[in-house]
């Protein structure tokens, strides 16, 4: 939500990595193009990076199916993450949704509900850490 929480001259990456380093939950949505975008497949790599629950939604696509293409634009190393970054998703369980045919409020609701039930997890882990550090001296 760029044009809500971004300001003119705000540092695109820096606020994007920020915000990513931020959250507690990350949902991914993808779709027969995303991979064929830098932005999309660098907050992928960045969201992935991160450690934290990832919960993806494939649109139209089956994990199978998502690949990046080495379209010359991306350097070795950036490739090499973009790659792991997207088979790291491709193997998390998550939603596949068939746009045709399927109800997006039902879609919504499910994504909703895993994503408040990752949140409490999130924060009873947070919870528990101190107390399990403290134990092991």
């Not at 044009?3 to 705000?10: A, L, Q, R, Y």
């Not at 939950?25 to 790599?45: I, W």
């Not at 994503?115 to 999130?122: C, G, P």
Request: charged fraction near 30%; proline fraction near 4%; hydrophobic fraction near 35%.
């Amino acid at each position: 939500m760029d044009i809500k929480n971004m300001n003119p001259g705000d540092k695109l990456f820096g606020k994007i990595d920020g915000t990513i380093q931020n959250c507690k939950v990350g949902l991914a949505v993808f779709s027969p193009h995303r991979c064929e975008s830098y932005f999309c497949l660098r907050e992928l790599t960045t969201l992935m990076e991160s450690k934290k629950k990832v919960i993806p939604i494939f649109v139209d696509i089956k994990p199978s199916e998502l690949h990046v293409m080495d379209n010359g634009c991306f350097g070795v190393i950036e490739l090499q993450r973009f790659r792991w970054a997207l088979e790291e998703a491709k193997y998390t369980v998550g939603f596949t949704f068939d746009s045709c045919n399927g109800d997006w409020s039902d879609l919504v609701t499910r994504a909703s509900n895993i994503v408040m039930e990752s949140l409490i997890e999130v924060d009873k882990e947070s919870r528990e850490w101190p107390d399990r550090h403290k134990n092991t001296g």
